[in-house]
């Protein structure tokens, strides 16, 4: 497979946007965005069961829509203490239009009794290039962490504020956008991805 001329990113959401672009800078495309073409962006139910399946929802809804191919992530955390949970459904995990801050909090209160050592978690990502026709390529990744319940940071997004990635001692909030590029599930999913294209 070769990169193909342009490139929608499958999102609305402005965080996530902003970190695919700079973790897929050195990609040879021109991207289009939601928030450069906002009427044309589809707005996809995620009904999938895994974020392989949530993933090519949206790249294969928005390559539709747009006409051109479209990577899309989907993502969550993992907290082992809750079973694996909120996993696939992270983004909702307050509720269908839950926000970051209820999602947070929720969280929050879920794992507000589990002993420090106990804490352990990790964020899942799998990236998906997809058309309309032809079969997606995907690539996934992990970074593992643990759990605050006193969030810390003002960057990134999600539950970045109390997750804090193995090696450590800041949360993911607290990194520069360059470091967490570096260490972040998302980040290195796109960079699998891009080898995948690539052919590497």
Known sequence: ??????????????????E???????????????????????DVE?????????????????SRAL??????????????????APGPRS???AGPDATDVQNLRKLIEA???TPAPEGTARYRSVAVLASVEGDPVHAEATC???????PRGTGGFGYDPI??????TRTMAELTPEEKDAVSHRGKAFRGLRDLVAGK
């Open 1 to 18: 497979m070769t990169f193909p001329g342009r490139i929608a990113v499958a999102s609305r959401n402005p965080g996530k946007i902003r």
């Open 20 to 42: 695919i672009l700079a973790i897929c800078s050195d990609w040879p495309v021109t991207w289009l965005t939601a928030e450069d073409h906002p009427g044309a962006w589809p």
């Open 46 to 62: 995620e009904t999938g069961e895994s974020y392989l399946e949530n993933a090519v929802l949206k790249a294969r809804a928005t």
């Open 67 to 84: 006409g051109v191919p479209a990577i899309a992530d989907d993502s969550g955390i993992e907290v082992d203490a809750l079973g694996g």
């Open 91 to 93: 983004a909702r995990y």
């Open 111 to 113: 794992i507000r009794s």
């Open 144 to 150: 593992e962490g643990t759990l605050l319940i006193e």
């Open 163 to 168: 997750f804090v990635p193995s090696g450590d």
